[in-house]
Nanobody, 128 residues
């Protein structure tokens, strides 16, 4: 089982940037495909970005494509989400998630139900 802890959230003005981190502990981090999701108040949790075992494949939600970059450092057991040109509508709790990648480096998971492990979330607030 893997434990996930997000950090890096906070309050930022519109147009600003944040880099979220998700530190994993437990069995080998590189066996997990990783993803980021977000949940705004009163809304469902939505997919943001995903990355495969060794970073060979990435996938982004259309709503944030071009403004975000997902990456991972398997030596540090950490996945990152760089967010630029932030908008007030990006305000949400951001969650990272993990699923066994089955040894398939191009595999990315885009649906919430595909993930087995979740962090507690980190709040991102973008002021106008």
């Amino acid at each position: 089982q893997v434990q996930l802890v997000e950090s890096g959230g906070g309050l930022v003005q519109a147009g600003g940037s944040l880099r979220l981190s998700c530190a994993a502990s437990g069995p080998t981090f590189s066996r997990y495909a990783m993803g980021w999701f977000r949940q705004a108040p009163g809304k469902e949790r939505d997919f943001v970005a995903a990355i495969s075992l060794n970073g060979g494949s990435t996938y982004y939600a259309n709503s944030m494509k071009g403004r975000i970059t997902i990456s991972r450092d398997n030596a540090k057991n950490t996945v990152y989400l760089q967010m630029d040109s932030l908008k007030p509508e990006d305000t949400a709790v951001y969650y990272c998630a993990a699923v066994d990648g089955l040894g398939i480096d191009f595999l990315v998971a885009k649906k919430e139900y595909e993930y087995d492990y979740w962090g507690q979330g980190t709040q991102v607030t973008v002021s106008s």
